[in-house]
């Protein structure tokens, strides 16, 4: 939100429920046998080095990718994040940004629930109302409808920004592409 400037206080922004691969069984699965089961070798090391190159450009620690070991099941942490916006979208902000460095900048496995109540603590959550969360299945059912929502508008990719409902733009972007999509949405373009 930097490159907004004042521009950034006009914008409230939330994390919406989408998971790339559904399908990954809750445990997780293999990194390296999962990423090398959809793209071939070449694919899986651009993809690597363009993640790469954007945190370097936006000063985020980011893991080396070839060293994230399990490819997580994510159905737990967006129950979380759905909670964490019942408390407030802040408190869902700051539980993102813990569960995107725990998983991008440590390495971590954020389908295991020890670390999402870890995230969620460091959130400022309730830790015994995480894990309670994290047992049952609170906010399952909103999950799966906010997921085929996503699907109905056509969103297949992650992240995807989507400005004012009417606007998006998907993949890991440079900033200054984010910040031209929100100055459109704000002059109604």
Wanted: negative net charge.
């Amino acid at each position: 939100m930097g490159r907004l400037g004042a521009d950034a206080e006009a914008f409230t922004w939330r994390y919406g429920a989408f998971e790339l691969d559904p399908n990954v069984p809750p445990e997780g699965m293999d990194r390296d046998a999962y990423m090398h089961g959809r793209y071939d070798a070449a694919t899986v090391k651009a993809m690597g080095e363009r993640l790469a190159q954007i945190a370097r450009r936006e000063g985020l620690q980011m893991a080396d990718p070839a060293t994230l070991a399990v490819r997580p099941n994510t159905f737990a942490a967006h129950r979380l994040m759905m909670a964490a916006l019942d408390a407030g979208v802040g408190i869902q902000q700051v539980l993102g940004d813990a569960l995107f460095a725990a998983y991008w900048g440590r390495g971590e496995d954020i389908g295991d629930r020890g670390v999402l109540a870890a995230a969620a603590r460091a959130a400022g959550m309730d830790a015994g109302v995480s894990v309670e969360l994290l047992a049952g299945d609170a906010f399952a059912v909103d999950v799966r409808a906010q997921e085929r929502e996503a699907a109905q508008s056509g969103i297949h990719a992650v992240p995807t920004f989507v400005f004012d409902g009417r606007s998006a733009v998907s993949g890991a972007q440079d900033s200054v592409v984010l910040a031209q999509a929100a100055r459109r949405a704000l002059s109604g373009g």
